[in-house]
């Protein structure tokens, strides 16, 4: 037997022993499963998408400094769930950890919840990212005629509509397509960080060149807020940069050595995100000139193409932007990828409106194809809020952070918490898991309430924060549907439901599955008798 079918058999064992069958194509090699979660970073293009939160919210210093200091914090959090991830590498990940790791008597609320938080989490990471990129194209379009093109919401809808779809087409092929267009994304997306950080520099002129003083020492704050809360409202760039990265948990049963290549997959990714986007930030920094205000509300729509417009002109700037977009509609993908695994596992276990229909594997592409499509319906009715004003579609960038951090925090506490068996995987920070899980903890908790808040004091209807009004709107429908008489989920709902029988946790291999809808008549009929 060869190490490949060895590390297989091994992964089929681990995952049967968690009560799942392996129903995925093993494709993802550990440089692939980084690649996943590096490429929903995205870094350039990501901090593109949201250098507007971070520009009138303390100006360079909240760039440059805002990123290290949230950065730090951020790796704690990784850290914490690699330490999950590698003890039990599940494509449930969140809920499934939640579920094994609490009491009994509210181990499946929590379960529920957290499976809510983590799939609109994820599919408001879909549509955050997708929206990023439209407004990226409209840029493009408005660079290219001189600057005498200026996107409407509308037009940039329908150029959000085409990406998310062409993004659902992508993601139904096979396994190993999707595996392989992981290096790619890395490849890219490494190129274009260098070749900001070396050219930007280079290439800009000195009008619009800044002083060290003024790139590290400037703060700008043009939202009303006291500066201390500014800085913290700054934390939302490179918060919703280097987030996301439970997607190579959601991988999992398609990675090869996944109890190792997980975890690493996680803290690898967050921690060179983490340096090269304090670089990207810095370049920026010094290249950006001192007339922000010019910059936020330039004809472009996109604060970064204009600093590439500035230094690069015309030409240069349509260049390196076609790469820009690029790597940004590639992050999308991989978020469609990674969003409807968390969806297909939830669905598995028959939590999910329309399970029996979402869970289903398609006998061709042997991919979840239901899932991606619902994921990609979900995320364009996201998209919806746009027409809403401009505060409610800023609330889809914030959900896919807050949504994400309380479907984090959770499983994490809950090791802690409650009296559990929890048995670390290879990745383990051993005595400095409990520091490190408070740190993470108190940290999102922290941020969850923060970004709740309106950007600036004196709101009104338009631009009030729509962030607690959806997030909590769909948390608080689920808990209502989990306590619904009679086919709420308090009445069937346990958790996650192996689909392996005993046999197969000593072969390591799963033989057949059952449906959903048979799943749920067998708990009701065991909770009857």
Request: charged residues 10%; aromatic residues 14%; contains cysteine.
């Amino acid at each position: 037997m060869t190490t490949k079918e060895v590390i297989a058999k091994a992964d089929e064992a681990l995952l049967a022993r968690l009560g799942y069958k392996q129903e995925f194509k093993r494709a993802f090699t550990p440089l692939e499963v980084f690649g996943i979660a590096f490429s929903i970073i995205g870094l350039l293009p990501s901090i593109a998408s949201v250098l507007f939160y971070a520009i009138p919210n303390g100006g360079p210093s909240a760039m440059v400094w805002g990123w290290a200091v949230a950065s730090i914090f951020i790796l704690c959090v990784g850290m914490s769930m690699a330490e999950l991830g590698s003890a039990a590498p599940t494509s449930g990940g969140l809920y499934f950890w939640t579920h094994s790791l609490s009491s009994p008597r509210c181990r499946n609320l929590l379960s529920w919840i957290v499976g809510y938080a983590n799939t609109i989490g994820s599919i408001s990471s879909v549509a955050s990212i997708d929206w990023g990129c439209a407004v990226q194209i409209a840029a493009a379009a408005s660079i290219g005629s001189g600057q005498a093109f200026v996107a409407t919401q509308a037009q940039i809808f329908g150029i959000y509509v085409a990406i998310v779809l062409s993004h659902a087409v992508i993601c139904c092929l096979g396994t190993a397509i999707l595996a392989r267009l992981q290096t790619v994304y890395v490849i890219l997306n490494v190129c274009l960080c260098f070749a900001v950080i070396i050219g930007l520099p280079a290439a800009t002129p000195k009008d619009f060149k800044n002083s060290a003083s003024f790139a590290l020492g400037n703060f700008s704050n043009f939202n009303g807020w006291t500066d201390g809360y500014a800085f913290i409202l700054s934390f939302l760039a490179p918060l919703w940069t280097i987030c996301s990265f439970d997607s190579s948990v959601h991988i999992s049963e398609e990675a090869s050595n996944a109890a190792t290549a997980v975890p690493w997959a996680i803290v690898s990714a967050i921690g060179i995100a983490g340096v090269l986007g304090w670089a990207i930030n810095v370049s920026l920094a010094f290249c950006m000139g001192t007339d922000l205000e010019s910059i936020l509300n330039s004809p472009v729509g996109q604060p970064m193409a204009q600093i590439f417009f500035n230094s690069f002109g015309q030409n240069g700037t349509l260049a390196l932007w076609a790469i820009v977009v690029l790597v940004q509609y590639m992050m999308g993908s991989s978020m469609v990828l990674a969003a409807s695994r968390q969806s297909f596992a939830f669905a598995r276990d028959g939590a999910l409106p329309f399970s029996s229909i979402l869970y289903r594997m398609n006998s061709f592409t042997g991919t979840p194809v239901n899932t991606v499509w619902f994921v990609a319906m979900i995320s364009i009715a996201l998209g919806l809020l746009a027409f809403a004003g401009a505060g409610a579609i800023d609330a889809v960038f914030a959900i896919s952070v807050t949504a994400l951090y309380i479907a984090y925090s959770i499983p994490i506490s809950a090791r802690f918490i409650f009296n559990n068996d929890f048995k670390p995987g290879p990745f383990s920070l051993g005595v400095f898991s409990l520091p490190v899980a408070i740190i993470s903890v108190s940290f999102m908790t922290f941020m969850d309430l923060v970004f709740f808040f309106p950007t600036t004091p004196q709101t009104n209807v338009t631009t009030m924060n729509y962030t607690v009004v959806v997030l909590g709107g769909v948390l608080l429908l689920s808990v209502v549907w989990y306590y619904f008489p009679v086919y709420g989920g308090v009445h069937w709902f346990t958790g996650p439901v192996s689909n392996v029988s005993a046999g197969d946790y000593t072969e390591g291999v799963g033989r057949r599955s059952s449906s959903v809808d048979n799943k749920v008549d067998v708990i009701a009929e065991e909770k009857s008798a």
